[in-house]
């Protein structure tokens, strides 16, 4: 599993409050991604790192922001949480993405679950 | 947008093989083609890949056809535990980092 870790597990908050999400790995894996999961739309990715401080978004990014400092940590915020941020967040990590055409296995934390009110 | 297409729902009793079917019609020549799964609520996690030719691993075969529009991914002997939502996925490459697509899957459900 790689050896990867998110924080907190569970979560409720309100309508307009910061949340930070933190996902932890201790396999020195250059890449990370945060996905959401909701029903009826499966995982979309919300942004991704390629290293330190190298960031960027994917297909559902607005309304979310990433810092990565340090090779182990990738830290997902929500500046201003809404009802329709709701949901399951997952992160993960690749060690290498390779040559073009080669593949590496993206292992998967086990989930932050949600809920703004 | 997902460059697969899955059924959305299979039955298979226990102990025989589960064939879960993916249609990949839009696959390009250098793409390959990756199942994971998902168990309840659990993070997904990787069974098999394979680009032009049939793969086996310890927890799966994976069959493409030679045009590679379609693949077919088979559990031998199915179990109880393999109850899991299914996804089949073809790799898009955006400045070397993986990103990966996943549609709505295919949700076996394993019979005793």
């Known amino acids: 599993d790689a050896g990867i870790t998110q924080s907190p597990r569970h979560k409720v908050t309100e309508t307009g409050t910061p949340v930070t999400l933190r996902c932890h790995q201790t396999e020195n894996h250059r890449y990370m991604y945060w996905y959401r999961q909701d029903p009826g739309h499966g995982l979309r990715l919300i942004h991704y790192?390629?290293?330190?401080?190298?960031?960027d978004k994917g297909e559902v990014s607005d309304g979310y922001s990433v810092s990565r400092s340090k090779t182990e940590d990738f830290l997902l915020t929500l500046e201003s949480a809404t009802s329709s941020q709701t949901s399951v967040y997952f992160c993960a990590t690749v060690m290498t993405s390779g040559r073009f055409g080669s593949y590496n296995e993206q292992f998967f934390g086990p989930g932050t679950r949600l809920t703004v009110l | 947008d997902a460059k697969t297409t899955q059924p959305p729902s299979m039955d298979c009793a226990e102990g025989r093989a589960a064939n879960l079917p993916c249609n990949h019609s839009?696959?390009?020549?250098?793409?390959?083609v990756y199942w994971y799964r998902q168990i309840h609520s659990q993070g997904p996690q990787y069974i098999i890949h394979?680009?032009?030719n049939n793969e086996t691993n310890e927890m799966a075969s994976l069959i493409i056809t030679e045009d590679r529009k379609s693949s077919t991914l088979i559990l031998p002997h199915a179990t109880l535990r393999d109850t899991a939502v299914y996804y089949c996925i073809v790799r898009d490459v955006i400045q070397g980092a993986q990103k990966l697509v996943f549609g709505q899957g295919t949700r076996l459900t394993i019979n005793p």
């Open positions: 839009t696959i390009s020549g250098n793409e390959y």
């Open positions: 790192s390629y290293g330190v401080k190298d960031t």
């Open positions: 394979g680009l032009k």
